[in-house]
């Protein structure tokens, strides 16, 4: 058990430290875009660090006899995995190096500050409190932090969209043709016979598009969540709802991404003003996952700044 209880907090470390080798690695294929074997590197890099934070979940599971999303510390590693999972899903798809640059920072500071600056104290698993204790516990935390990973990764390419808008003056120098350009993003389309033909789209589209697949595709886990922690919570403290902080901001999050979606399929939204919307979801998702947890007061406190 004390080899077990080691390996579950050296994993994360090991893990977080291979990132940072596979962020380097990204960035260098992004300079050298006709040396795949970095390419190829970084992917690996980044898979063995995936399966890292999977056999940490595992371990913790095994031992402590639940599924391990208790504390701020669990979820972290469970956020890291999440993302590091749909980055590889994206990246085989579309070959892109963009891709894990933009993704592989994010897991490696996020492991990082789960790892190397969480207070000891919260990185221990403890005994369940009895509000914890329900079958609840890995439906409505698991959907939330599938959500949130699926969103803050949609949202990184609509911050990457509006990065490209305004930092490259010159929008024609973008329009890159996918199918020649390997080392960006590439993307096939489905004609109304069934049959697949090769799309050229530039760049700007390409991420815009992938941009709403992603938001698409997490929108559904956040609200079977917050459906969820509401029925959770009426079992464990008589009230669907009590306008916790942390329920408020879910909810603010939600209609964010509500507002974006409907702003895209009804409205007709694309580029700059649909990754507008996307990137204000990135840090709405980041004030309801962690800011309300430290700084607000609630049912969900961590009660690690106040």
Not at 180 to 208: E, F, I, R, W, Y
Request: with cysteine.
């Amino acid at each position: 058990m004390k080899i077990l209880m080691l390996n579950d907090y050296q994993l994360p470390v090991i893990a977080c430290f291979l990132l940072f080798f596979g962020m380097i690695m990204y960035w260098i294929s992004l300079v050298i875009p006709k040396n795949n074997l970095v390419f190829k590197l970084s992917r690996i890099v980044v898979l063995i660090s995936n399966l890292l934070f999977g056999a940490t979940l595992l371990l913790r599971w095994i031992g402590e006899g639940y599924f391990p999303l208790s504390n701020l510390y669990e979820s972290l590693i469970f956020l890291s995995w999440t993302i590091s999972f749909i980055h590889l899903f994206v990246e085989s798809k579309t070959q892109s190096r963009i891709v894990g640059s933009l993704a592989t920072p994010l897991v490696f500071f996020i492991s990082g500050f789960s790892s190397l600056t969480l207070p000891v104290e919260m990185q221990k698993a403890l005994p369940l409190v009895p509000s914890l204790q329900s079958n609840w516990l890995m439906m409505h935390v698991s959907m939330m932090m599938i959500s949130y990973a699926t969103l803050i990764v949609g949202s990184l390419f609509s911050l990457l969209y509006l990065a490209f808008v305004y930092f490259n003056k010159d929008q024609k120098k973008l329009s890159l043709e996918v199918s020649v350009n390997q080392n960006l993003l590439t993307s096939t389309s489905v004609s109304s016979s069934g049959n697949s033909n090769s799309s050229k789209l530039s760049l700007l589209q390409t991420v815009d598009i992938w941009s709403y697949r992603i938001i698409g595709l997490g929108f559904p886990f956040l609200t079977i969540g917050i459906i969820s922690g509401a029925v959770w919570a009426n079992e464990a403290w008589g009230s669907y709802w009590s306008w916790d902080p942390k329920e408020t901001w879910a909810l603010i999050t939600w209609l964010v991404f509500a507002i974006y979606l409907h702003s895209r399929l009804l409205k007709g939204w694309q580029g700059e003003k649909a990754a507008l919307l996307g990137s204000a979801g990135f840090f709405v998702i980041w004030i309801c996952y962690l800011g309300v947890n430290f700084l607000g007061k609630g049912l969900h406190s961590y009660g690690w700044v106040i």
